[in-house]
């Protein structure tokens, strides 16, 4: 990058944010200069390992995907007067008590259907690369995945984006664990670590999509609905705690902006509380991380 093009300032109230996400962002952690260079760096070292490939068409249709992915994981966290979100609260859990729920509507980022978008954001006492790795890796997935519990996940794929051990384009197979030949799901997961935030994102995607992309197929009409998780530091403890935002998707026929059924929003709040008490489990306790 040779030159600034433009620099703004503002200033914004932010009475409203959650107290658990306060001194991350009052502090200058959450949009100062070093966040700026780090998304200036994860996107200098993304471009450049899609340059070195051998079989570039192969690996920039799966990477076109991924960054389709990505662009509707962040989509889906942002705040409009078009993307609104509302505040529910269907337990007294100490660690996740609220969460935000969104609509989303059919082919919105290629999403293949009407969906629902629930997030909450946690502490965890565990460093940040601590939790990144635990999340990334396929082998520890089962623990914390309450969807593939019992199974096993294979890693058929994998494409660097980073100079990160664990930055990568990956491709899961849960396999089913009665016959270990078939493939329950498939999915298409980026995880991306720097020195001010990391993520892990997923989507489920059909097995025959992904046989075409890595034949050469287009991937533009693929859907992608994707969950994931962003790991920051909090701020205020160096590393020692951190800040996971757990963001999950379902579709739902049955959902609209003015109606998010009932069993579809208790349904994800369990996904999403289970899934942060098997984080905190698997990365606070080091038998955990094997």
């Known amino acids: 990058m040779d030159s600034v093009t433009w620099v703004e300032h503002c200033e914004v109230d932010n009475s409203s944010v959650p107290e ?17 260079l780090s998304t200036l760096v994860r996107q200098h070292e993304r471009l450049t390992h899609i340059r070195v490939r051998r079989d570039p068409k192969l690996q920039s249709n799966l990477l076109i995907l991924a960054d389709q992915m990505m662009r509707n994981f962040w989509r889906n966290l942002s705040f409009s007067r078009k993307n609104r979100w509302m505040l529910v609260s269907l337990s007294d859990d100490e660690n996740i008590n609220k969460a935000i729920i969104r609509f989303v509507k059919e082919k ?8 629902l978008v629930m997030a909450a954001t946690i502490r965890i006492p565990a460093s940040a690369r601590r939790i990144f790795n635990f999340l990334q890796d396929e082998n520890s997935r089962s623990k914390w995945d309450i969807l593939s519990h019992g199974h096993v996940v294979q890693q058929t794929r994998s494409i660097s984006n980073g100079c990160v051990l664990g930055n990568r384009v990956s491709i899961l197979e849960v396999k ?30 059909e097995a025959s999509s992904i046989n075409m992309i890595l034949n050469g197929g287009d991937s533009d009409n693929v859907p992608v609905a994707p969950s994931g998780f962003s790991i920051l530091s909090d701020g205020l403890t160096g590393d020692e705690v951190s800040l996971v935002t757990i963001v999950f998707q379902i579709l739902d026929s049955a959902a609209s902006p003015m109606c998010f059924p009932a ?7 369990k996904v999403i509380t289970e899934t942060g ?12 991380m094997g």
């Not at 008490?277 to 955990?288: E, H, L």
């Open 263 to 269: 069993h579809s929003v208790y349904s994800m709040y």
């Open 108 to 115: 919105e980022g290629r999403c293949p259907g009407p969906a």
């Open 176 to 205: 089913s664990p009665e016959d270990p030949d078939r493939t329950v799901k498939t999915l298409l997961q980026e995880s991306f670590s720097t020195s001010a935030c990391s993520y892990v994102t997923f989507a489920p995607v």
């Open 277 to 288: 008490k098997a984080i905190t489990t698997g990365v606070v306790d080091p038998y955990n």
């Open 20 to 36: 658990v996400c306060r001194y991350f962002v009052t502090s200058g952690h959450a949009y100062g200069a070093k966040q700026w």
